[in-house]
T-cell receptor, first 113, second 107 residues
Framework: NAGVTQTPKFQVLKTGQSMTLQCAQD?????MSWYRQDPGMGLRLIHY???????DQGEVPNGYNVSRSTTEDFPLRLLSAAPSQTSVYFC????????????FGDGTRLSIL | AQRVTQPEKLLSVFKGAPVELKCNYS??????LFWYVQYSRQRLQLLLR??SRESIKGFTADLNKGETSFHLKKPFAQEEDSAMYYC?????????FGTGTSLTVIP
């Protein structure tokens, strides 16, 4: 049972490049979410989804897009990377629309030059 | 607005000493509160939630609605408790995390 799997673990991008951070879970959880973790800021919610075909914005959505075509996958897209998006990104999932505790992935460390 | 405040970024205690990690929240409704922990090189994981009113690894946390607090306590700290601790508030479909407290237990 892999739980929540994030790829890649590390990535370096140049300003203006685009990329997709992948997140997959095998627990049949309805709720999935993306956070960024920055020093002194804790974890901040970027986007979340309560089920396939449904997404919504969190606290810091600007510069990021998401989609949820299947229950298992919830990719996060950076359309035009900026240095301010340098961060560690965590994906999480839970059942019951997030009311149950969240299961986190290992994180993706992203650097934008 | 919903907010979670953890006033201590760093906390050091000696092994065997009591430890308290503070968490205050701002929310007008009935809160759902959690403590998450991240040990070195491990995933962020749930430590406990206020609904369960349980003790995990010797830690407890009591919700005080009057003081809007959810402090995490352990009577005797162990070296393996050294980690990053996050308090989190769940409302609607969103989680709000505090900025975290890095706990170091000194042998």
């Amino acid at each position: 049972n892999a739980g929540v799997t994030q790829t890649p673990k590390f990535q370096v991008l140049k300003t203006g490049q685009s990329m997709t951070l992948q997140c997959a879970q095998d627990m049949n959880h309805e709720y999935m979410s993306w956070y960024r973790q920055d020093p002194g800021m804790g974890l901040r919610l970027i986007h979340y989804s309560v089920g396939a075909g449904i997404t919504d914005q969190g606290e810091v959505p600007n510069g990021y897009n998401v989609s949820r075509s299947t229950t298992e996958d919830f990719p996060l897209r950076l359309l035009s990377a900026a240095p301010s998006q340098t961060s560690v990104y965590f994906c999480a999932s839970s059942s019951r629309q997030g009311r149950q505790p969240q299961h986190f992935g290992d994180g993706t460390r992203l650097s934008i030059l | 607005a919903q907010r979670v405040t953890q006033p201590e970024k760093l906390l050091s205690v000696f092994k065997g000493a009591p430890v308290e990690l503070k968490c205050n929240y701002s929310y007008s409704g009935s809160p759902e509160l959690f403590w998450y922990v991240q040990y070195s090189r491990q995933r962020l994981q749930l430590l406990l939630r206020h609904i369960s009113r349980e003790s995990i690894k010797g830690f407890t946390a009591d919700l005080n609605k009057g003081e809007t607090s959810f402090h995490l306590k352990k009577p005797f700290a162990q070296e393996e408790d050294s980690a990053m601790y996050y308090c989190a508030l769940h409302t609607g479909n969103q989680f709000y995390f505090g900025t975290g407290t890095s706990l170091t237990v000194i042998p």
